[in-house]
């Protein structure tokens, strides 16, 4: 029997544009055939999300653009242009 | 060698202020390292109670003690969180040979806002660090972001991070706020690393030897754009950095490309009187009451 697992692929890009650079990346594998982990690797997979549709990737969710919070206009916290993406593989 | 402590630069330490941490490799003498590596694997170190100053925490002659009064150890750690400090805490860690996994990428403690002060944490190698033995991950530049702990754990890998290679004797000093991971050691070798966390018991204003205070090479680091750094965030880190700098070097004018100046200026703002300031600002459901 035929079943699915879901490969997801996240971006994080250099503004909140699909086009744009990609300045960090994380990967889990539902297959179990690979283990990424932090600190793996020093290029990133794509060098835009774009390429990662070019590829073959589903996009499935993007980050909301989020008005800065009054008073805290210059903080900074969490990278702000996340992408997740997906592969459904057949095992 | 020499006994002398060696004070920091300004263009170091403003390395410090724009990456989060410095380097200092191989400075650990190889006896001393062979040393430590004995005692790391006995378990011997005292525990610390928090808060405790150096000389009383480790005492004369002990490894710990012998590490922190090396010169250039205890001349950089005197440039960035002054003399006196007390240990906040000791630690030896260890990543065991194919473990299969790292750690979650994150800072150290709780969300540590201070504007105006910092721990500085020393992370000692003292074996060589191979690319196989899973060193250190560091993000240069992450230390000022506001987040809490491993709530970075989804960042897997950021461009421009340091997975750490060393030779042995190798000590970093780094800002409480880095984002770190001991990434998975591939090798067959049992990796250590040592990490005394300081807390400043002064005003961290001008520690270190401000000879250069005025040098080029200090904006250059301070203006420093880190590859992972997305181009509008990557403005506000500046921003703050120059906010810290200020701090650091009592210079409350000091300014990269205008940013901080740019934003404060508010000719007569001092002249509005409160009630029409409160009157013209809405409240987020538009209403002025």
């Not at chain 1, 794509?46 to 009054?70: C, H, K, M, N």
């Not at chain 2, 721990?119 to 560091?138: F, R, S, W």
């Not at chain 2, 270190?208 to 205070?213: A, F, Q, S, V, Y």
């Amino acid at each position: 029997m035929t079943t699915t697992r879901q490969q997801v692929l996240v971006l994080y890009l250099d503004n909140s544009a699909l086009d744009s650079r990609v300045v960090g990346w994380a990967r889990y594998d539902g297959t179990g055939a690979t283990r990424p982990t932090t600190g793996d690797s020093d290029e990133p997979p794509y060098g835009t999300g774009v390429g990662a549709l070019e590829d073959g990737w589903r996009l499935f969710q993007a980050s909301p653009l989020i008005p800065p919070y009054p008073g805290a206009e210059h903080a900074t916290s969490f990278l702000k242009h996340e992408f997740f993406f997906e592969k459904l593989v057949s095992q | 060698m020499s006994t002398t402590k060696q004070l920091l630069s300004s263009a170091e330490v403003a390395r410090f202020t724009a990456h989060g941490f410095l380097r200092l490799d191989g400075v650990v003498p190889r006896e001393m390292n062979e040393e430590a590596l004995g005692l790391f694997a006995a378990g011997t170190l005292p525990a610390v109670p928090y808060g405790t100053p150096v000389p009383t925490a480790f005492p004369e002659a002990s490894f710990t003690r012998r590490l922190l009064e090396l010169p250039v150890v205890a001349g950089a750690l005197e440039s960035l969180v002054g003399p006196d400090p007390e240990i906040d805490h000791h630690f030896v860690h260890v990543r065991m040979p194919h473990e299969g996994s790292a750690q979650a990428l994150h800072a150290d403690a709780l969300i540590d806002v201070r504007p105006d002060a910092f721990d500085v944490q020393l992370m000692y190698y003292p074996q060589e660090v191979t690319a196989d033995m899973g060193g250190t991950l560091v993000v240069p530049g992450s230390h000022l972001r506001r987040i809490n702990e491993s709530d970075t754990g989804r960042y897997q890998n950021l461009r421009g991070q340091t997975r750490l290679t060393c030779p042995a004797g190798t000590v970093l000093l780094l800002h409480h706020g880095i984002w770190h991971g001991g990434r998975r050691n591939d090798s067959d070798t049992v990796r250590h690393m040592y990490k005394i966390r300081f807390n400043p018991t002064v005003p961290q204003v001008r520690l270190w030897d401000t000879r250069d205070l005025d040098s080029p090479a200090v904006r250059e680091e301070l203006g420093r754009f880190f590859p992972w750094y997305e181009q509008a965030t990557g403005r506000l880190e500046i921003h703050n950095r120059v906010l810290l700098w200020r701090s650091l070097s009592a210079d409350p004018g000091f300014d990269i490309e205008h940013w901080a100046t740019r934003i404060a200026n508010r000719p007569g703002a001092s002249a509005v009187p409160t009630a029409t300031a409160a009157t013209a600002a809405p409240t987020a459901q538009g209403s002025t009451a």
